[in-house]
């Protein structure tokens, strides 16, 4: 059974007469758990739903939808399938107290991994997981492997039940499925040889494996430091370049690198950020894989008039290098000056450089009497679907507490694009 949030005006589903609190039960005869039995159960033109109003009345739909009618129904989200494991590494270990309950949930969901890219590592997949993923073709899928050797992925997961994950990769591409790999570097554990290992392994899968990256594990202030730490320069250049070598292996056999390292990797090793034709179609940019690049490219064909604008960009430490390079292509082409705003993290730490998890409270401080910026541009990844921040201040709490207007941004673009000329 799943539970209606909302329904839009103009939609099949306020023809149909439902409307929030509504329980939809069933399709065709088959159960609702989810919103993928509700999408792909209802894309039929024609289908027989059960539902159950709030005041516990039951309704039986014949639905025929007509071309170009939406349902138009918003469902509440799922309940989070709940990690199995219990990394050293886990980013949510390295959250300090106080913060809200949601942010401590260890999510591992197959569900959210096809719906938004979030990595999964399918160590607690069940027989009807597996048959769901393949019946509905849920690929391609984000998988956290971090190592194929069995026993030291058990070792990095902290998991003596982790299941052979070459052998799932295998099954599900014997399905169709096709999956994007990371592996989150710890550094005395599946870097070096076991890395190159783990390299080989996933390209002999051949198409089933669209990409890999290599990310070094991030540590916050909070974090197990007796038990992991982060790579050094020298580890961090090892395996870029062994990321290199699969890079320039796939090259000429699949007409993409399909190795990628992360902007940390290149920063934690001292060297160049790679061009923006290396990372391909940036399929794991929201990885942190080539997302400076991306970046760049995103904003290279802006174009306006903000002359004697003053904009202020806020971000966190990591894009500190490479950012000037962005805002200097700005100001050629919109006659605006863009002033770099790096904050240190106040909630995780100074380890933690990433301007996704800044805090409200962090942007605040940074704001704080600027009234001489006409704007103020924020990471809007830093910001939750509700338009909260990490620690729980609001975008309009932000707003009212600076002396600037402030907007979200992704990519420049989206937010200047809207400034008032």
Known sequence: MIRVRAVHRDSLGRELGLRPGFELLSVNGRELTDFLDWEFLTADDHFVMVARSPEGDSYEYDVERPEGLALGVEIEPPRVRRCANRCDFCFVDGNPAG??????IRDDDYRLSFRYGNFATLTNLKRKDTERILEYRLSPLYVSVHA?????????????LAPDVLAQLRMLGAGGIRCHTQVVLQPGLNDGATLMKTLEDLFDLGPIVLSVSVVPVGLTEFSKHDLVREPSQAECREAVEAVEEYAGKALPQRRHHWAYGSDDLYL??????PPAERYDDFDQVENG???V??????VGDLAGDFTGQRIGVVTGVAMRRSMPQVLAHLERVTGGHFELLVLNNGLFGTRVTSAGLLSGDDFIRGLTGRSDLDLALIPAESLGEAGVFLDDVTLEQLSESVPVEVRPSFHFSDALNAVEQ
Do not use: E, H, I, K
């Not at 913060?99 to 401590?104: A, D, V």
């Not at 194929?148 to 003596?160: F, G, K, Q």
């Open 268 to 273: 934690g090793a001292g060297l160049p950020l």
């Open 293 to 298: 690049r991306f970046l760049q490219r995103s």
């Open 148 to 160: 194929t050797d069995p026993l030291v992925r058990r070792r990095l997961l902290r998991n003596p």
């Open 289 to 291: 894989v080539g997302s």
């Open 99 to 104: 913060l809200r309950s949601g942010l401590y």
